[in-house]
């Protein structure tokens, strides 16, 4: 079945505390993102990715990291986790051929 | 820079009655545009999309969606609502020269009162 993993689904960190979300899709898709979603503000992204070794800042970066060292994962990294990054976080990957979007299951997180 | 605005925050709407979401954008050239939904702690599904072509677009779960160019429009109707179409639904645009990012909306959240 052709999917978007995310792992933790929920989790709950104190301030500070580096963390890794991590993403994986089955479907060889060149194009992989990360958004977060918070009341009122729709989905934000944060960092995408053309292709293996080639990252990019969205439109809210700060605080985050990402990397993309094999096709399939684009882990998003929280150095130093602070309160205001309380989110729930979504990653989503595509083919350069098709527009269409495919998202993952999202990820709840709660900093403390 | 593209934007998306949907104008209602909440649409309450009686079972079986018909419902329209209002999604307006902003991009330079023709954007593809999608409307995705998301139910109470589901991740997004998409119902539609449109990026040429045919200006009504058809979707899955009786949805449809009409690009209007003059309007810069993009609204979500269907005839007649179920109970299991409460949800929050979002529009988001996107394009290739854009780096493939998509757009939201801050979305709509569709209440169905029996």
């Known amino acids: 079945e052709a999917q978007v993993t995310q792992n933790p689904r929920y989790l709950i960190t104190v301030t500070g505390k580096k963390l890794t979300v991590t993403c994986s899709q089955n479907?060889?898709?060149?194009?992989m993102s990360w958004y977060r979603q918070d009341p009122g503000l729709g989905l934000r992204q944060i960092y995408y990715?053309?292709?293996?070794?080639?990252?990019d800042k969205g439109d809210v970066p700060e605080g985050y990291k990402v990397s993309r060292k094999e096709k399939r994962n684009f882990p998003l990294i929280l150095e130093s986790p602070s309160p205001n990054q309380t989110s729930l976080y979504f990653c989503?990957?595509?083919?350069?051929?098709?527009?269409?979007?495919?998202f993952g299951p999202g990820t709840r997180l709660l900093v403390l | 820079a593209q934007s998306v605005t949907q104008p209602d925050i909440h649409i309450t709407v009686s079972e079986g009655a018909s419902l329209e979401l209002r999604c307006n954008y902003s991009?330079?050239?023709?954007?593809?545009l999608f409307w995705y939904v998301q139910s109470p702690g589901q991740g997004l599904q998409l119902l539609l999309k449109?990026?040429?072509?045919?200006?009504l677009v058809q979707g899955i779960k009786g949805f449809e969606a009409e690009f209007k160019r003059s309007q810069s429009s993009f609204n979500l109707r269907k005839p007649s609502v179920h109970w299991s179409d409460a949800a929050e639904y979002f529009c988001?645009?996107?394009?290739?020269?854009?780096?493939?990012?998509?757009?939201f909306g801050g979305g709509t959240r569709v209440l169905v009162k029996p």
């Open positions: 989503a990957s595509r083919s350069t051929r098709q527009g269409t979007q495919y």
């Open positions: 988001a645009v996107g394009a290739e020269a854009a780096g493939n990012k998509l757009t």
């Open positions: 990715s053309m292709n293996v070794e080639v990252t």
């Open positions: 991009y330079g050239a023709t954007p593809y």
């Open positions: 449109y990026f040429s072509g045919d200006t």
């Open positions: 479907m060889n898709h060149e194009y």
